[in-house]
């Protein structure tokens, strides 16, 4: 059975960086594409970057210019470098996989889901 676990979450101060890593275990390298979502205390889970297999990448724009998303399919991970952490990034980030090559941002259009990794950001 497909896993997906996250790592590098952690507390942080305001302009800070962190790399989040996704590794997908139990299968083989995949063409799916791949999500990171965050979902904020009293808030939705919300769609935050995506990458095709071949790393066309997609982001929504309160992180573009700072977030970048990458992946290595040979080792099955994903991963999202975050710069100029804000407070306001703070929530637990998800990763997840659709089956399907193209971006959604929607969640329920992705079918597998880690078990999210708390970021939070300080003042």
């Known amino acids: 059975q497909v896993q997906l676990v996250e790592s590098g979450g952690g507390l942080v101060q305001a302009g800070a960086s962190l790399t989040l890593s996704c590794v997908a275990s139990?299968?083989?390298?995949?063409?799916?594409?791949m999500g990171w979502f965050r979902q904020a205390p009293g808030k939705e889970r919300r769609f935050v970057a995506g990458?095709?297999?071949?790393?066309?990448?997609y982001y929504t724009d309160s992180v573009k210019g700072r977030f970048t998303i990458s992946r290595n399919n040979a080792k099955n991970a994903v991963y999202l470098q975050m710069n100029s952490l804000k407070p306001e990034d703070t929530a637990v980030y998800s990763c997840?996989?659709?089956?399907?090559?193209?971006?959604?941002?929607?969640?329920?259009?992705?079918?597998?889901w880690g078990q999210g990794t708390q970021v939070t950001v300080s003042s």
């Open positions: 997840a996989e659709r089956n399907a090559l193209y971006v959604a941002t929607a969640p329920k259009e992705y079918t597998k």
């Open positions: 139990g299968r083989t390298p995949s063409t799916n594409f």
């Open positions: 990458i095709t297999w071949n790393g066309n990448t």
